[in-house]
């Protein structure tokens, strides 16, 4: 049953594209090697700050909502440049910086994941959009730099944290709990399992391979064979 969307403030959302913005263009600046110009920080920023809602809004169907205001492309410029400008002194508070975008992850996965749910989405692509809408503007980012995407990175457990958060939140709305609160929960949540996931180094495995099959015993039939054919 489609529910209502967990909506927030504009000044809560422009300020979580602000702080993503931000965060895009301070990591940015550290590439030296790629020579970019205010332009280029500025796309990078923008791209990072509301990418992930640009992408959300495009699998739903609907008007992004970077476009209904003046205010998304102002902010996200502006903290963009603010970032490469002072890429040293956030440089010195990037605990601070980290707790604040596994916040904005989480808020921005639980509006990706209640807007879907609200379309009528069933519950497992409703939290693909949430997951999306939350780490999609750090793939852009990546991206546009040329380097391999953070998220499929061992120690980057970006996608698991909002997937987390999403998981829960469907949960809670399937449970019939108001979706205000089920959102907050799944903000915790992914807040949560971001900032462990750094304090304490959790990672996802590396991929493997098989490199040697194990030899299965024989069978006396097969054993029969084998010595018809040496015979």
């Known amino acids: 049953m489609p529910t209502e ?3 927030i403030p504009l000044w809560a959302d422009l300020l979580a594209v602000g702080i993503g913005a931000l965060q895009g263009a301070t990591f940015a600046a550290l590439f030296r090697d790629r020579k970019l110009d205010l332009l280029g920080v500025a796309i990078i920023g923008i791209a990072t700050g509301f990418g992930g809602g640009l992408l959300r809004d495009i699998l739903l169907g609907i008007m992004p909502a970077a476009m ?10 502006a903290a963009a440049l603010f970032g490469m400008l002072l890429q040293r002194v956030f440089h010195i508070f990037n605990g601070v910086i980290t707790a604040l975008d596994a916040l904005t992850i ?5 509006i990706g994941t209640t807007k879907a749910l609200a379309m009528g989405v069933p519950a497992v692509p409703a939290v693909f959009v949430g997951v999306l809408a939350a780490v999609g503007g750090s793939v852009l980012r990546d991206l546009l730099l040329g380097l391999q995407i953070s998220i499929m990175q061992v120690g980057s457990l970006y996608a698991v944290a909002a997937a987390s958060g999403a998981g829960i939140l469907v949960v809670l709305v ?3 709990v108001d979706v205000f609160v089920a959102a907050l929960v799944g903000v915790v949540v ?5 900032i462990l996931a750094v304090l304490f180094n959790w990672r996802l495995p590396e991929q493997r391979r098989i490199e040697r099959l194990p030899k299965l015993p024989l069978t006396r039939i097969t054993q029969a064979r084998n010595r018809r054919k040496n015979s």
């Open 5 to 7: 969307v967990f909506a």
């Open 174 to 176: 399937a449970l019939n």
């Open 190 to 194: 992914t807040f949560g399992v971001r």
């Open 68 to 77: 209904q205001s003046n205010w998304y492309v102002v902010v996200a410029t």
């Open 106 to 110: 989480g808020l921005f996965g639980a």
